[in-house]
């Protein structure tokens, strides 16, 4: 299995291809709000690839979770991108990953990988250090109880996320000061997928394929709902307190990307069909 690279959410990784030059495999890329035409992330061309040369990029921006869509640890370092939705990315050279943080904040997140043998995974995210994670039965309706960490609750800076997945993601727990989500995951052909978070539909992917063209549409609505711990260690859902309210890139209801690929590597192509 492919190692996945771990950021706060796991669900732009659907799909991801291995992209050498992104002119030639990535024909149009662009990511808009659900409610309006407001532009959040694009990749704009000058042209479209001739010759055995990639399409001339004139500027790629936007939100680093939308342009992961489109974007490995490679193509991140080969090309300039400004990111514009109020985050630092940052590149962890230790364990060859990109990340982003909200700016300003300046918290220090550990990561840690697993691959066993029959592949199933499970990789980590969070700002304490540890050494091993904990098995869970991913049909266990209350495995949370095994990944929440109950001496974290009045720590706002506390947060780990948590990724299970065999041929894909299973399950994602994660938690920040008392507030914690679940995401789950499910598969039809083709890599779309639809993604529930807190058991409400949260992101859904599909392609359709015409003239060498796969065309991805990818939709992520707004779940501004969190799981806490009443007084009877019951959870419930509440608005969360770690909502980012900054305008920049903010969508009112979600986001939608839209991306061509070329099936076929353009840059390797004598011909190219315009």
Not at 98 to 111: E, G, L, S
Not at 206 to 228: H, K
Not at 241 to 261: A, H, M, P
Request: charged share 30%; proline share 3%; aromatic share 16%.
């Amino acid at each position: 299995m492919k190692k996945a690279l771990l950021l706060f959410f796991p669900a732009f990784l659907f799909g991801q291809k291995d992209i050498g030059i992104i002119g030639c495999n990535v024909k149009s890329f662009k990511t808009t709000c659900l409610e309006s035409s407001n532009i959040i992330s694009e990749i704009k061309y000058r042209h479209i690839p001739s010759g055995y040369g990639p399409a001339i990029i004139e500027k790629i921006y936007g939100r680093f979770s939308d342009l992961q869509n489109v974007f490995n640890t490679r193509t991140f370092k080969q090309n300039k991108i400004d990111f514009t939705c109020s985050e630092d990315v940052i590149y962890d050279a230790v364990n060859d990953v990109f990340y982003a943080q909200k700016k300003n904040d300046n918290r220090k997140f550990y990561y840690l990988y697993n691959s066993t043998d029959d592949e199933k995974s499970f990789t980590y995210r969070g700002t304490q250090a540890i050494k091993e994670l904990k098995r869970i039965n991913p049909n266990d309706p209350k495995k949370y109880l095994l990944l929440y960490n109950k001496d974290a609750e009045n720590d706002n800076n506390y947060e780990v996320t948590y990724n299970y997945y065999d041929s894909g993601f299973l399950y994602t727990f994660h938690q920040r000061g008392n507030e914690f989500d679940e995401y789950t995951y499910e598969y039809e052909k083709l890599g779309n997928f639809i993604a529930y978070k807190n058991g409400s539909l949260w992101k859904e992917a599909s392609s359709i394929f015409e003239d060498g063209i796969e065309e991805r549409t990818i939709t992520q609505y707004i779940i501004p709902e969190s799981y806490q711990f009443d007084k009877k260690n019951r959870p419930f859902l509440k608005e969360s307190r770690f909502i980012d309210d900054d305008k920049s890139c903010n969508c009112k209801e979600g986001y939608v990307t839209k991306i061509e690929f070329w099936i076929n590597n353009k840059c390797q192509e004598e011909k190219l069909l315009e």
